[in-house]
């Protein structure tokens, strides 16, 4: 049978690696989608999820996350968790449970502490060394304080024929304490139903839950849209809207996958992202908003690579 895996941006790369390895010995959606999204969560210069993560204004690193599992439709969430490593494993164990499975600040990071999840001070001194740079930043000049975010999602499918669908987030540098984004929300950040297909958010979260835009796509597919029609289809003519009806509308990008492990994306940022299924081996594309509502979608270059490389681990000042 057909598996596939698709997720956000270059820092997926590797745990959609480690998540193709364990779908092509048949395992299952749900332990490989945790398993790509634990990979990013753990590693310390992605500065936009779990460890390494930026903070909130105050200082604090804040998390979102969420899981889902496309046969049941069981979805555990967590929003402002703190102290945690895997905020993606909270949210998984919450899917069990029918009542309380969407939990937020103090409660959700308790839960975590009392279920043995690892706990530690997510805030490294490289991150907490990049806040107190944009605080000097900010106080200096009127700029606009939500500049860098993005989210790890994915969504597998298994051998099985098996869909599951996660995010994992700090949102928003900068954000107010207890500002809870798009993606442990339901529909808006994420959705995965393994008869139709599953969808992930990345951007402004305070504008895709406007759209509800995970849904409207996996809605799209269970109609018969192809995983790329239902991303150009609701996302662009969704900008759109945004920009007539509310003035503006922020960055978005949203991936798609449907049980026989065809894939889509839409956005309107250069993007990247990593897909492999049994018929491809894991690749790294770029996707750029095309001409009338379309996608277009390339290979990362070599050069891209390298200049990712050199701003990721680019030195910074660790001694103010
Ligand atoms: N969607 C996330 C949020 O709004 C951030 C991002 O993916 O860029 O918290």
Redesign the pocket.
């Known amino acids: 049978m057909t598996w596939g895996t698709i997720a956000t941006w270059r820092m997926a790369h590797d745990g959609v690696r480690k998540a193709s390895d364990l779908l092509a010995q048949a395992g299952r959606a749900g332990d490989a989608v945790e398993a790509l999204i634990n990979v990013v969560e753990a590693y310390p210069y992605y500065k ?1 999820v779990g460890y390494g993560g930026l903070p909130n204004e105050e200082g604090v690193v804040e998390m ?1 996350a969420a899981f889902m599992d496309g046969d049941t439709l069981a979805q555990g969430a967590v929003g402002g968790i703190r102290n945690v490593m895997h905020a993606v494993s909270v949210a998984r164990a919450l899917s069990a449970q029918h009542y309380n499975s969407f939990r937020v600040g103090e409660g959700a990071t308790k839960f975590a502490a009392l279920n043995g999840f690892e706990m530690t001070n997510m805030l490294t001194d490289r991150a907490k060394a990049q806040w107190q740079h944009r605080l000097a930043e900010l106080a200096a000049a009127d700029l606009d304080p939500y500049d860098g ?3 790890v999602g994915a969504i597998t499918l298994d051998r099985q024929g098996s869909m599951a669908a996660a995010t994992s ?1 700090s ?2 540098f900068m954000k107010k304490a207890g500002r809870v ?3 442990p929300l339901s529909g808006s ?1 994420f959705y995965v139903d393994s008869e139709r297909g599953g969808a992930t ?6 504008d ?1 839950m406007k759209g509800c835009l995970a849904y409207e796509i996996v809605r799209r597919m269970g109609d018969g849209e192809t995983p790329q029609a239902a991303c150009d289809h609701a996302v662009y003519p969704f900008i759109e809207t945004l920009k007539r009806r509310y003035g503006k509308a922020g ?1 978005f990008s949203l991936i798609a996958m449907n049980p026989r492990g065809d894939w889509g994306v839409a956005t309107n940022v250069e993007f990247t992202f990593s897909v492999a299924t049994s018929a491809a081996a894991p690749q790294l594309l770029m996707a750029t908003p095309g001409p009338a509502q379309t996608t277009v979608i390339a290979p990362v270059t070599q050069a891209w690579l390298e200049a990712y490389e050199q701003r990721l681990k680019a030195p910074i000042d660790l001694s103010r």
């Open positions: 936009s979102d975010h993005d989210t987030t949102g928003l984004g798009d993606s950040g958010a990345t951007g402004l979260g305070e895709i960055e």
